[in-house]
Nanobody, 127 residues
């Protein structure tokens, strides 16, 4: 049994910040990769950011690079997404996810590579 629970979403004004958290429990095996995706109404689920177990390797979508920072605390089985300089186009439901396999090959961008998902947390950025 694996559970991912996001928190920290909310309504903020453009230019402000939010920090999302994702707590993992169960047989996580200290997931080697954990990622954030987001999905706006009528749009496909898109990759936002990912972080590997060591914390030293991170990957970001071009749309958030320089504004968002992903980090993890392995002792707490928790991943964070610090979102600064938020824009209205960042409005979406944000999900944390982990692969269902021990490792995946290639890029971390594909939702089909992830078997474990949180319930999502709504982020709304007003102009």
């Amino acid at each position: 049994q694996v559970q991912l629970v996001e928190s920290g979403g909310g309504l903020v004004q453009a230019g402000h910040s939010l920090r999302l958290s994702c707590a993992a429990s169960g047989r996580t095996l200290s997931f080697y990769l954990m990622s954030w995706f987001r999905q706006a109404p009528g749009k496909e689920r898109e990759f936002v950011a990912g972080i590997y177990r060591s914390g030293g390797t991170t990957v970001y979508a071009d749309s958030v690079k320089g504004r968002f920072t992903v980090s993890r605390d392995n002792a707490k089985n928790t991943v964070y997404l610090q979102m600064n300089s938020l824009k209205p186009e960042d409005t979406a439901v944000y999900y944390c996810a982990a692969p269902s396999r021990l490792y995946i090959s290639g890029t971390p961008y594909h939702p089909t590579d992830y078997g474990y998902w949180g319930q999502g947390t709504q982020v709304t950025v007003s102009s």
